[in-house]
């Protein structure tokens, strides 16, 4: 295969991964269809949840599923990966070491974006699930910058969030939890929002910001155009 | 691979490739990632033009990337094929001679769902590309079924539409030529219309209907739902 492809490890769940396709889209000036990114997406909503092996403890454990689904998308040409969800990204080591390519890292490339712009020791404020938070997979990315972390008080209530979105879409009772959670945040002392869970990013272009917010998925999208711009080697 | 997995070949537009993930997915009464339905989609807007090799004859024939695109799937797991583009159907003996899995030939099944509701002899009108036209990719379908095919008298309003949509989205200007074109083959005495085009599938839910509508994306997005819930053989 002579293109650069980026392979999606994607189904987690389905609405993220067409997010992502749309924001890679938007951010393409096409005239026509060749204009636009290749991408090759493994669709699979079926990989054991994220929640339920890193919160509830019940459940097989994700990352040999992802292991696969990585390597099979190198094997079909892949040169390089993309997940477009933050929680799966606890299982980043394991995805990383199953193959041979470059893995886009949607939480090391936000917290990048972010420390290009804040002062060292600014608080971000994460707009995230409770698995995000319990499996620390912001915290090394945070240290290395520099930064620290804030939370919303009520995980719990951000996690009602999520399911709801999975279930019934984006809905307004969603976007109001996501709202009080970012004012609270920056009231707190977070310089910066950031949207760090794919069902969150659904309603993040809707959301009142009281400080600047930046989304995970934007900052993978960046670097799946930039990806696809460099030569092949 | 033990899920079924319908693989997608896509990127002939991208838009319409996510097209079809959101009608797959809103098909689906789902509590959880886990009740969607699997796909591996090569998104591959690099496929040469089909529009440049059947109307202008110029470019490259883009029958072995597909036929090569649809190996590759199912190299890769997939267990039927679906192509969400209509012109690209002309390419479809090509790619069935490729594989030896099903392919969900978005055509047949549209001409199929048509004829349930219509008696023989009647007309039905394809809000389609001049490539669909000049390919003929209806007509083997149609003759089998013993309808008529009514066509929009100015093909290449059509055809303007379609880049217009390619280059910037669904504009009003695209839909007001989609909608003269239904009104006009209503008139002409269609009993029902046809969106053949996935870039028509856009503007669809907004056209307004003087006969019944039917649109190919979702006769695929019907069949798709259908080979995922059938056993695994």
């Given at each position: 295969?002579?293109?650069?492809?980026?392979?999606?490890?994607?189904?987690?769940?389905?609405?993220?991964?067409?997010?992502?396709?749309?924001?890679?889209?938007?951010?393409?000036?096409?005239?026509?269809?060749?204009?636009?990114?290749?991408?090759?997406?493994?669709?699979?909503?079926?990989?054991?949840?994220?929640?339920?092996?890193?919160?509830?403890?019940?459940?097989?454990?994700?990352?040999?599923?992802?292991?696969?689904?990585?390597?099979?998308?190198?094997?079909?040409?892949?040169?390089?990966?993309?997940?477009?969800?933050?929680?799966?990204?606890?299982?980043?080591?394991?995805?990383?070491?199953?193959?041979?390519?470059?893995?886009?890292?949607?939480?090391?490339?936000?917290?990048?974006?972010?420390?290009?712009?804040?002062?060292?020791?600014?608080?971000?404020?994460?707009?995230?699930?409770?698995?995000?938070?319990?499996?620390?997979?912001?915290?090394?990315?945070?240290?290395?910058?520099?930064?620290?972390?804030?939370?919303?008080?009520?995980?719990?209530?951000?996690?009602?969030?999520?399911?709801?979105?999975?279930?019934?879409?984006?809905?307004?009772?969603?976007?109001?939890?996501?709202?009080?959670?970012?004012?609270?945040?920056?009231?707190?002392?977070?310089?910066?929002?950031?949207?760090?869970?794919?069902?969150?990013?659904?309603?993040?272009?809707?959301?009142?910001?009281?400080v600047p917010i930046i989304d995970t998925i934007d900052a993978?999208?960046?670097?799946?155009?930039?990806?696809?711009?460099?030569?092949?080697?």
């Amino acid at each position: 295969m002579s293109r650069r492809v980026v392979g999606v490890l994607g189904g987690m769940g389905p609405e993220a991964t067409i997010l992502l396709q749309q924001r890679v889209l938007a951010m393409v000036r096409a005239t026509d269809d060749a204009d636009h990114l290749p991408l090759l997406i493994d669709m699979n909503p079926q990989v054991p949840s994220r929640i339920a092996h890193l919160i509830d403890g019940s459940g097989p454990d994700p990352a040999p599923v992802l292991a696969e689904m990585a390597q099979r998308l190198e094997a079909a040409g892949a040169t390089a990966l993309a997940m477009p969800c933050n929680t799966a990204h606890h299982y980043a080591p394991q995805i990383k070491v199953a193959v041979s390519i470059p893995f886009l890292n949607m939480v090391d490339l936000a917290v990048a974006r972010a420390a290009d712009c804040l002062a060292p020791g600014a608080a971000i404020g994460l707009l995230a699930s409770p698995a995000v938070r319990l499996a620390g997979v912001f915290d090394a990315a945070l240290s290395r910058a520099g930064l620290n972390a804030i939370w919303p008080s009520d995980m719990d209530r951000m996690l009602a969030a999520i399911r709801s979105i999975k279930a019934r879409g984006p809905t307004p009772k969603a976007q109001d939890i996501l709202a009080a959670a970012a004012a609270e945040m920056a009231q707190g002392g977070a310089s910066l929002l950031c949207v760090a869970c794919s069902e969150f990013s659904l309603l993040a272009p809707g959301l009142p910001a009281p400080v600047p917010i930046i989304d995970t998925i934007d900052a993978l999208a960046d670097a799946i155009h930039l990806h696809s711009q460099m030569k092949q080697s």
